[in-house]
């Protein structure tokens, strides 16, 4: 491969569908819902491209994205976070949280730097290092309760650092950090000139029993000049396919993000940017009855897991709970999906795949953790319980 090409092998959730479906196996691999989005969403976007009275919606958006859109996600973050952000120059619209996180990376890693983030981490942050030509350092949530060392955090610091990128609630763990977590890395950040990503693609996927609320890396005191938050509208709103995501920020580093997305690919979406708008504005409930509903799958699989002896996490937030395999088998995570998915019938992800390899050694609590997705309907959840119980 070329200097600064990631990877060219498909992403570990593409493989893992592509495995499920293979093997007919219930997918809790890849994390995305097996329910539609609530029907007046989807009625709101379908207007939006068949009816010309809502605004031409079929042509290219404004680079920066719709301004309702813009000024739903200010009001939002104002009304959720008490953060004030304007909407004309603090606000870009993204292809998805991904995009965000590929352009926040490409604008602020630079060649030959470093990197810092916490694993495991979201897959993409190590590929857009990589095509940044920057290296990605990592430093270990450890379980049971997956907690931020800050002081071994800080010890990664060195000079060639540029960036540190963050996950609240973190993907695949559910940990939410807390504000003091998030005040020291700000501090720590101000002190070396780091900028921050962090990556808030859950904020709206809390469950009741998280111990603490979602804080914004951008409510914390002077985090404007050195941090951006990457929310997503697919995630908050179960429309994954719809790719739509944005990047709130102090004016002059949303600006140099959109320096990179305008090449990126430069806008996307008019119609879901303005269903989603309308969204921001009013749920009409959804969030609190996705919650509930996802804290019933949570609740379903974590249970499963434990009678499996499989020792789940709490999984306070977002998509996933964990389990560690090491207590019914000798097997490495990874080898234990490939036969979970094959033999089984049942997907999951290894935790493995989603860290620094090199940082794994065999004996590393992250080699025997499997990541398993309730965003799915309960039946499916139902399912693969009962495929797990019949053969583990
Ligand atoms: N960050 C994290 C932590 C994720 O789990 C995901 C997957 N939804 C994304 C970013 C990508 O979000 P989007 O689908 O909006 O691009
Ligand atoms: N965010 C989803 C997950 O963590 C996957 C998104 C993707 O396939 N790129 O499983």
């Not at 604008?107 to 694993?119: M, N």
Request: charged share 20%.
């Amino acid at each position: 491969a070329a200097p600064g090409t990631p990877q060219v092998m498909p992403t570990i959730y593409e493989r893992t569908t592509a495995a499920a479906i293979a093997h007919g196996a219930i997918n809790l691999g890849q994390g995305f819902p097996d329910t539609e989005g609530p029907d007046w969403l989807l009625e709101l976007a379908a207007r939006a491209i068949t009816e010309p009275e809502t605004g031409p919606r079929n042509q290219y958006a404004p680079g920066m994205g719709l301004m309702e859109l813009r000024e739903a996600i200010s009001a939002a973050q104002a009304r959720r976070q008490q953060v004030t952000l304007d909407p004309a120059t603090q606000v870009m619209v993204t292809t998805g949280a991904t995009e965000g996180i590929s352009a926040a990376i490409l604008a602020f890693a630079r060649p030959g730097s470093e990197v810092l983030t916490f694993e495991p981490h979201y897959d993409s942050y190590g590929a857009c290092v990589a095509l940044a030509g920057a290296r990605l350092v990592g430093v270990p949530l450890r379980g049971p309760e997956f907690r931020p060392d800050l002081d071994a955090f800080e010890a990664a610091i060195t000079e060639r650092t540029s960036m540190i990128l963050l996950n609240t609630p973190h993907n695949p763990t559910g940990t939410v950090f807390s504000t003091e977590e998030l005040t020291r890395i700000v501090e720590l950040a101000r002190a070396h000139d780091l900028r921050i990503m962090c990556d808030e693609v859950y904020e709206h996927l809390m469950l009741s029993d998280a111990r603490l609320p979602h804080r914004s890396i951008l409510s914390i005191p002077g985090a404007e000049e050195v941090a951006v938050a990457v929310g997503s509208a697919g995630k908050s709103f179960s429309v994954t396919g719809w790719k739509i995501g944005w990047v709130t920020g102090g004016a002059e580093l949303v600006s140099q993000i959109r320096g990179v997305k305008q090449f990126l690919s430069f806008s996307s979406g008019p119609a879901f940017q303005w269903a989603i708008a309308h969204a921001l504005e009013d749920d009409r409930g959804f969030f609190a009855q996705n919650t509930a509903e996802l804290e019933a799958g949570r609740d379903l699989l974590r249970d499963g897991l434990q009678e499996l002896g499989l020792a789940p996490n709490r999984a306070e937030a977002g998509y996933f709970v964990l389990g560690n395999v090491s207590g019914i088998t000798s097997l490495s995570a990874a080898e234990f999906c490939r036969i979970l998915v094959e033999e089984v019938g049942v997907a999951a992800i290894p935790v493995s795949a989603l860290t620094i390899q090199h940082l794994a050694t065999p004996s590393d609590e992250l080699e025997h953790l499997v990541r398993f997705a309730f965003c799915k309907d309960h039946a499916t959840i139902r399912e693969g319980l009962r495929r797990m119980r019949e053969h583990l």
